[in-house]
Every structure is written in structure tokens, then in C-alpha cells.
């Protein structure tokens, strides 16, 4: 299993050009999410899915998209890059463990993230 | 919604010594707390975690303990090595969230 992918590593965008970050796993996870970390910072949620065709916001949504068409891929779109989305994109997936008749949250598998560069 | 807050963001410790790593959470129905560890240019990787149903959890040198009264849980390193350097993470996730949240991270320098 190659885990969690994520492409590109590395992008330089200008003032309002937009992008896609890629983001694949191969665990058959129902659950993923994107997060963003500024430097020395801890992570903040973009926005998740608990499965294909279902996303919700996070706690900082704005300027962003996504969409979840399949199970595997959960791309990220930023429309209008502004400096402010500086950062790096880690994305993450997860499953969840069903015990005694619950549902219960398990370990996030993170990507290598993506370090975006807006000027 | 949950708030996890996480002491101190910087801690320094001689190789060999202990290092603990504390979290507090907000939401009482939280029932999962994670611990993630960040090498520098990497994503988090989870190095333990513990369910509510229990209070303490071991793993060769690392431990979490969970006081759920208190609503803090609490981060040991025992016998620190050079490789222990890295930023930590703590996060909660409430009871049928589908999300998990984090703390600001910490981050761990060993000194020779």
C-alpha cells in the first residue's frame, strides 16, 4: 500500500491563479479530510468527507473547494490564491472500528503534504 | 465544539531525562485522544492513542494517561533519544464527530 499521495510537493502560484491539490489513498478509507499548517503552527481543518459523494466545511473553509467522486480521491481546489494560503496541505484518511456495537474513530493516515507558495 | 488546549509549546530536555506533554479538552463527550508525532517535512504520523474506557496506556518508552474527571490527558517519554526531537500533536474527537481536533503542538528539542 502506498498509503496517502499527495501531488504536487511543491508550487509557487501568483496572485489569483488557481489550483488543484491532489490528494489518493489506497486503503479504502471511507473518511478524509484536509488540513493546513502555517508556519510553527499547529493544524487547522479545511474541509472533510465521510464518503463519496459527502463533504462538509471545517473550521476554515474560505477560498477553498473540494469534491469526493470516488472513494480514493479527495482533491482540494483553491480558486483564487491569495497570499493568505500560504502554507502546507496535508491531507489525511481514516476508517473507522466498529466494537460492541459502536462506531469509533481510529488513527488519521497523513500524506507528505504540499507546500504552496502565494506572491 | 471541542477546544483542546496543549502545554507547553516548547519543551527542552536532556537526553536519557523524561518529557511530559499536557492536553486539556472541553467537550466531556470526548471518547478518543491521539498523540501524532511531525518530523521536520513530514506529515503527522500516530505514535498512541487511548479510548476513555481505560486510563493509562504503555508502548515501550512512550505512555498516555487519561484523567476523565479532570478532562486532561497527559503525553510520557521515558528515556529520551536524540530521534525523540519532533513536534507533538495531542487531538480529542467527540463522540460521533466525525472529526478530530488538535492542539497547537509541541515541540520537543532533546540536548545531547
Known amino acids: 500500500n502506498a498509503g496517502v499521495t499527495q501531488t504536487p510537493k511543491f508550487r509557487i502560484l501568483k496572485i489569483g491563479q488557481s489550483m488543484t491539490l491532489q490528494c489518493t489513498q489506497d486503503m479504502n478509507h471511507n473518511y478524509m479530510y484536509w488540513y493546513r499548517q502555517d508556519p510553527g503552527m499547529g493544524l487547522k481543518l479545511i474541509y472533510y468527507?465521510?464518503?463519496?459523494?459527502?463533504?462538509d466545511k471545517g473550521e476554515v473553509p474560505n477560498g477553498y473547494n473540494v469534491s469526493r467522486s470516488t472513494t480514493e480521491d479527495f482533491p482540494l481546489r483553491l480558486e483564487l490564491a491569495a497570499p493568505s494560503q500560504t502554507s502546507v496541505y496535508f491531507c489525511?484518511?481514516?476508517?473507522?472500528?466498529?466494537?460492541?456495537?459502536?462506531?469509533?474513530?481510529?488513527?488519521?493516515?497523513f500524506g507528505p503534504g504540499t507546500r504552496l507558495t502565494v506572491t | 465544539g471541542e477546544n483542546v488546549e496543549q502545554h507547553p509549546s516548547t519543551l527542552s530536555v536532556q537526553e536519557g531525562d523524561s518529557a511530559v506533554i499536557k492536553c486539556t479538552y472541553s467537550d466531556s463527550a470526548s471518547n478518543y485522544f491521539p498523540w501524532y508525532k511531525q518530523e521536520l517535512g513530514k506529515g503527522p504520523q500516530l505514535i498512541i492513542d487511548i479510548r476513555s474506557n481505560v486510563g493509562e496506556k504503555k508502548d515501550q518508552r512512550i505512555a498516555v494517561t487519561l484523567n476523565k474527571t479532570a478532562k486532561h490527558f497527559s503525553l510520557h517519554i521515558t528515556e529520551t533519544q536524540p530521534e525523540d526531537s519532533a513536534v507533538y500533536f495531542c487531538?480529542?474527537?467527540?463522540?460521533?464527530?466525525?472529526?478530530?481536533?488538535f492542539g497547537k503542538g509541541t515541540r520537543l528539542h532533546i540536548l545531547p
Open positions: 468527507s465521510v464518503g463519496a459523494g459527502i463533504t
Open positions: 489525511a484518511s481514516s476508517t473507522r472500528l466498529l466494537t460492541g456495537g459502536s462506531i469509533l474513530p481510529d488513527e488519521q493516515y
Open positions: 487531538a480529542a474527537s467527540p463522540l460521533r464527530d466525525d472529526k478530530i481536533i
